[in-house]
């Protein structure tokens, strides 16, 4: 996984990718195609579960079927490439940028709008830090964090299940997609916050994580930007050293994760 993960980094850092280079582009793709085919009152629940299965069946069965170790690390990359940064998220991000380095916080906190609110969840401009924490948690730390745990049909049911609770009209919050996002999410954002105390300050996030550690009830995003803002020694806020600070933490965070895989793989741990 190590070097399919480095490739996928690399080509997210240094190229502009088209709508095409990203996995909602096919994932939206399906989903109209299927929508023109499921219909009836229970539609959208059908839509829901095709969505989420069919991607897992096809992709396992062409692999299960050949039988090759290179086809599926060609699979594996090509698909962590789709499945890191979102073409909206990265645009808003560089203009987001762009907007605080001539001091703009009116503009950058229109280009972060711009992302996708059920991502974030931002609830004012106040918001701006811990938004771009979570940003990169689910575009970027979640998305390494299930393919090493649960491989390639973890990654396919995450990504799917990201795309349907952004996507899809209805009452998300009990659905399935829902469910497995919250669930994910609960252990996801618990180990994403131990690489914010080795990144970060470590006895002040410290506190912070084992004190909500077992609050399950907690929303994931209100822990993370919890440890996180202990871990930056920043506040909440939209302020310049805020968000710089943000940014920070959360790239040594991706990276200090890349760094614990690679000696999980380099100690035969990881494959």
Not at 32 to 58: C, E, F, N, Q
Request: glycine share 8%.
């Amino acid at each position: 996984m190590l070097i399919s993960l480095l490739l996928a980094l690399a080509i997210d850092r240094y190229f502009i990718r088209p709508r095409a280079g990203f996995i909602d582009f096919y994932l939206n793709l399906m989903a109209t195609g299927l929508g023109r085919v499921i219909t009836g009152p229970a539609s959208v629940h059908w839509l829901r579960a095709a969505v989420m299965i069919l991607p897992v069946v096809i992709v396992s069965g062409v692999l299960f079927v050949a039988d090759s170790a290179f086809l599926t690390w060609i699979v594996q990359t090509v698909l962590l490439i789709l499945a890191l940064g979102s073409v909206r998220v990265k645009r808003n991000v560089r203009r987001f940028k762009a907007a605080l380095e001539r001091r703009d916080e009116e503009a950058a906190g229109r280009y972060l709008d711009g992302m996708h609110q059920d991502c974030y969840q931002v609830a004012s401009q106040n918001d701006l830090p811990g938004a771009l924490l979570w940003v990169n948690y689910r575009y970027y730390t979640a998305i390494i964090l299930v393919t090493a745990v649960l491989g390639i049909p973890g990654l396919l049911i995450y990504c799917s299940a990201r795309w349907l609770s952004q996507h899809v009209p209805g009452d998300n919050r009990r659905s399935v997609p829902a469910e497995f996002m919250r669930i994910a999410d609960i252990g996801g954002t618990r180990l994403v916050g131990l690489t914010y105390l080795l990144v970060g300050h470590f006895s002040r996030a410290a506190a912070a994580w084992v004190k909500n550690l077992m609050a399950i009830t907690q929303p994931p995003r209100l822990f993370l930007i919890g440890v996180g803002q202990q871990a930056g020694e920043f506040e909440a806020g939209a302020t310049q050293e805020s968000v710089a600070s943000a940014l920070v933490l959360a790239r040594r965070s991706s990276w200090c994760l890349v760094v614990i895989i690679a000696v999980l793989t380099l100690t035969g741990v990881l494959h």
